[in-house]
């Protein structure tokens, strides 16, 4: 008889790694009964005022929306979105990895969304694996690609809440005063960043050398620049969307007032909340005077964006696998 494996001893690593694991579930779950908590709050309260109980007072809110003509809204801007996605992440990995096309990507970007119903990243990762067995792309290569997407995205958004900053900044919230001095500390921080990638800063140091940082070594600043025209067409065509899609559900909305907004917004909805409370939240932050409307608001278009963003994966999904496992 063979003895029985001894259980493996717990190292330090792998220690650490669980108390990271067990940190970031329990901070997980405080921001998600938070965002729930304030919601019920906020809703509940506001049928109190209408003297109707809190079903009622949604199932009012949801019956005036304009339905048909926001379906048709957001299926065109996903679609849209889908198409500049995949653009976005072709030309990053053309410029870092390898000649890939268009086409060739779209199916797996498209599968990707599927995965990133419910984790965002998790979605890129499994881009990177696809890639790796279809293309031999080694896989860390692509991560740095997924990385270099990721990253440039914070400051993409930065710059638009900043623009429209500018614009609507009497007409915001207090806080949002803050947004020139966030930008302009980012802005410092990515010029040090991009400098210390082309070896201008720390030219000895080896962490640049790390293969998952192979895009930023790379990347030159035309790179970050052309990031930021090639995304944007999608959060101009977002502005409109949400402010068309606003009045639909009956609250007033100009295009000066969301080009801060979703900016914040859509950093919100990156936070891993179920249903994307995050960003539902952040929407009845923004709108006070019209709790119900925006909390119905936010719960359908971030929810029916990821998962009708999900269906056009399905389309691809079969193309996906054969390019995967020959089947």
């Known amino acids: 008889m063979t003895e029985p494996e001894s259980p493996k001893e717990a190292t330090p690593e792998t220690t650490t790694a669980r108390k990271k694991s067990l940190l970031g579930r329990v901070i997980f779950l405080i ?95 499994a881009m990177a694996y696809y890639l790796n067995k279809r293309d031999h792309i080694p896989g860390w290569e692509v991560g740095s690609v997924m990385l270099f997407i990721m990253f440039c995205e914070v400051f993409y958004l930065l710059i638009w809440a900043t623009i429209g900053y500018f614009f609507g900044g009497d007409s915001l919230p207090e806080v949002f005063s803050l947004i020139p001095y966030i930008a302009a500390g980012a802005g410092v921080i990515l010029v040090l960043w991009i400098a210390y990638f082309q070896g201008y800063i720390l030219p000895r140091s080896q962490f640049r050398e790390r293969p998952v940082l192979l895009a930023f070594r790379k990347a030159k600043p035309w790179h970050y620049g052309a990031f930021f025209l090639l995304r944007s067409p999608a959060l101009l065509a977002a502005i409109v969307v949400y402010t068309v899609a606003l009045n639909l559900f009956g609250v007033e909305a100009s295009l000066l007032t969301l080009l801060p907004y979703l900016p914040v917004i859509f950093f919100a909805a990156t936070i891993p909340t179920p249903m994307r409370a995050a960003a539902i939240t952040f929407w009845v932050i923004l709108f006070p005077e019209n709790e119900g409307q925006m909390a119905a608001f936010g719960f359908v278009q971030h929810n029916f964006f990821i998962l009708f963003n999900a269906a056009i994966g399905l389309v691809f999904w079969r193309r996906a696998q054969r390019d995967l496992f020959g089947k």
């Not at 906020?42 to 003297?51: F, I, K, P, V």
């Not at 109707?52 to 007072?57: F, G, H, K, P």
């Not at 030309?91 to 779209?106: E, H, P, Q, S």
């Open 31 to 125: 921001l998600t009964a938070a965002c729930f908590g304030y919601l019920y709050y906020r809703l509940n309260g506001a049928a109190l005022r209408e003297g109707l109980s809190l079903a009622a007072y949604m199932t009012e809110v949801f019956a005036t929306v304009n339905w048909i003509p926001w379906l048709l809204l957001m299926i065109c801007y996903s679609l849209f979105y889908f198409a500049i996605d995949t653009l976005v992440v072709t030309r990053a990995l053309n410029w870092f990895v390898a000649d890939i096309k268009y086409k060739d990507i779209a199916p797996i970007r498209a599968s990707a969304y599927i995965i990133s119903i419910f984790n965002e990243q998790i979605g890129k990762g």
